[in-house]
């Protein structure tokens, strides 16, 4: 059965797909306003700190709450989980507008909304993740986590333009409406299907107690199972390295051209992603999907360690395209593996656990990638600083070949990091040591079709 033929042609396949439209809108939404935000941040304040330290604000609360969040996802139906996901994050964006409408709109306003965005937030990916495992087969995991990927990707593609134009026409505040009814389209998709749902794990009552020591057997899954330990430890070493790009992409593009061409670069690269979640989509991964994940995450180090090596444009434009194309193949490859070797009913927690620490590493990342750029490397890469005659003969000195190093350097760590968890036994043998999960409810999601109430 090809994809078109599965979500389009198949009643669960259909629901993933109605589903999938809903996010997808929502992201393009969503997108949409964080870009607006940050225009709006620079032009009140000027300062990148602040964005730091909002970027904070909207990753920290979540990373608290997952594992509650992980709990009750699998105490609940995986739909509701994800309607309140929604809710509450459409509930911060409307406090945002109404404020900014008001004229009354403040820097702690924007923290306080976007913390409590973040914490609802935390519910989105176990709960969508857990859902998808019900509804859709083993042998589709890879293609729809291209899918959902793919929905990222375009809004991170086109969400700048559209909320530029948007911003200069009609100004900030119609991005807030647009993301709110976007909230609204997700919401209502969601009112509209209903999922199979795997036996709950726990009917006591919610307490706080009860909800960390369900989150604890989530996290003991994972550490009883040393490949699934180090997949989750090399997952979260890499995201860690790979955040640096995203603080010193843009600065290093703008000591070697101008803004106009850096932003085209950005952009071009971006395509990357739409092209690597529509090759997962189709293609969905091969039965070794251990080995697309590794030899994916090695092709996202190399890049990496292209991007700085000479000052030259054009070789960034192709080593960031090429790391961005590889980027879907390593998170769908990681995505399929998680959900056939997770008991659907322990997803929600194990899920939680591991966006936990891949968020966990982003905000340090994001710290210490601006202080190792600007304060300390860039001055010894100056034209005469203490390495310019000798690290400096490879990477090239001036302005921005401190930040060049610098990532570089997180490629090659993601290199070396990539080849010694490969190395491993429990990862060479992972398929035989952690065997897929062969459990009545993952049968009915791929045999007992679940129609959409439309």
């Known amino acids: 059965m090809t994809t078109v033929d599965y979500f389009l042609r198949t009643p669960t396949g259909r629901t993933f797909s109605l589903v999938w439209v809903g996010q997808l809108v929502s992201t393009l939404g969503s997108s949409m306003t964080r870009f607006g935000l940050a225009i709006w941040i620079f032009t009140e304040t000027g300062s990148t700190m602040q964005l730091s330290l909002l970027i904070l604000a909207a990753t920290l609360p979540g990373v608290l709450m997952s594992p509650f969040a992980g709990s009750l996802i699998d105490r609940w139906d995986r739909r509701i989980a994800m309607i309140v996901s929604d809710a509450g994050a459409a509930m911060g964006t409307l406090a945002i507008g109404l404020l900014l409408i008001a004229g009354g709109l403040e820097m702690w306003h924007l923290y306080a909304a976007l913390a409590f965005s973040s914490v609802f937030g935390s519910f989105q990916f176990p709960a969508y993740s857990a859902a998808t495992t019900m509804l859709v087969p083993k042998d589709q995991y890879g293609r729809a986590a291209g899918m959902v990927q793919l929905a990222g990707s375009i809004g991170r593609v086109a969400s700048p333009a559209v909320a530029g134009i948007i911003v200069v026409t009609s100004g900030l505040t119609a991005l807030f409406v647009i993301d709110f009814i976007t909230f609204a389209v997700a919401v209502g998709t969601l009112a509209f299907v209903r999922f199979p749902n795997p036996e709950k794990s726990s009917t006591e009552p919610v307490t706080v107690a009860g909800l960390l020591r369900e989150a604890k057997e989530g996290l ?25 790009q995203s603080v010193l992409l843009v600065p290093l593009l703008l000591s070697l051209t101008s803004e106009a061409t850096a932003g085209f670069v950005v952009s071009i690269s971006m395509v990357g992603l739409v092209a690597g979640s529509l090759l997962m989509s189709t293609w969905g991964g091969t039965s070794r999907r251990i080995r697309d994940l590794y030899v994916a995450i090695g092709i996202t180090g190399a890049g990496l360690i292209l991007t700085g090596l000479r000052p030259s444009v054009l070789l960034v434009l192709v080593a960031i395209t090429v790391t961005h194309v590889a980027l879907p193949v390593a998170g769908g490859s990681s995505q399929a593996l998680w959900q056939a070797k997770v008991p659907p009913s322990l997803q929600g927690r194990v899920f939680a656990v591991r966006q936990m620490f891949a968020f966990a590493a982003i905000p340090a990342s994001l710290l210490i990638a601006g202080f190792l750029a600007g304060s300390v490397l860039e001055p010894l890469f100056a034209d005469d600083g203490s390495l310019s005659g000798s690290l400096g003969q490879v990477f090239g000195t001036g302005e921005g070949r401190g930040i060049a190093f610098l990532l570089s350097t997180m490629g090659l760590a993601v290199v070396a990091i990539t080849f010694v968890s490969w190395r491993s036994p429990a990862i060479t043998h992972f398929d035989r040591d952690v065997p897929d999960i062969d459990t009545p409810e993952a049968e009915v999601a791929a045999d007992d079709a679940v129609p959409a109430r439309v």
């Not at 899954?221 to 860690?240: G, K, P």
């Open 220 to 244: 003991a899954f994972v550490t009883q199972r040393r490949a699934l330990l180090i997949l989750l430890l090399t997952f979260s070493a890499v995201n860690f390295a790979f955040s640096f």
